[in-house]
């Protein structure tokens, strides 16, 4: 197994989740694969534990990254309930031991030795202290300059502007591109991270001609990423084109 290649030009190639249509999503395999080939930047999402450790896993639930076998809520639980936890290969088999739910300073530090940027997607409506906390965690691996932070969550965003300035925010959306979601991003100085169905040439000519630099999801065929690219988008978030 390997990615599939697409002429993508300039185009800032995102890996979604790690290269998870090769390793398990969100783990450290998987972001060691995409640390070891062209990609732009790392996706992935964190959580907060109930005692305060920042995790990184898509759902709250472990349910689904264990095939249904484990069920248990990262957010209402302590960080040693799950962390020994060795989740399946995507091949359904439990023989190797480094695939777990890691640590936000694990993923962090695996960009880092890879040189790779840090898309980091806020999967809670964070407190302003929770994210204090979280951009110390960063600070501490001398990395902050390198992430691009992203959000469903548009209180996240407001929050994080004024404590980093000069970062790349891109707000999440599966809605329409409208007026009002321009002004929405123009107030804070965000950019767009966007259901790539939702796009066509004069959506992101539209939001190039607002200042808006434009991330679309998640892009797994040859077809589609390249016509994204003739588009002219920005970057693209992927599991497996490279």
Sequence with gaps: MTTIKINKKDVKMVAHRGVSGLERENTNPAFVAAGNRSYFGIETDVHKTLDGKFVVIHDAETS?????????????????????????????????????????????????????????????????????????????????????????????????????????IQFLTSEEVTEELIDKLKAYSLN????????????????HENSILVNCWTVNTKEDGEALVEMGIDFITTNILE
């Design 192 to 207: 767009l991270d966007i259901y790539y169905k939702k796009l066509d040439e004069k959506i992101i000519k539209k939001l």
């Design 64 to 168: 689904r990254v264990t095939d249904g076998k484990i069920n248990i809520n990262t957010e209402q639980s302590n960080y040693d309930d799950f962390k020994d936890i060795i989740l399946p290969d995507l091949d359904g088999k439990y023989d190797r031991t480094d695939i777990r739910i890691p640590t936000l300073t694990e993923y962090v530090r695996i960009c880092k030795k890879y040189e790779k940027k840090c898309i980091l997607e806020l999967k809670q409506a964070f407190s302003e202290a929770d994210i204090k906390q979280m951009l110390d965690i960063i600070k501490a691996e001398d990395y902050l300059e390198n992430i691009i932070f992203i959000s469903f969550f548009y209180s996240n965003c407001e929050k994080l502007r004024p404590l980093v300035p000069d970062n790349d």
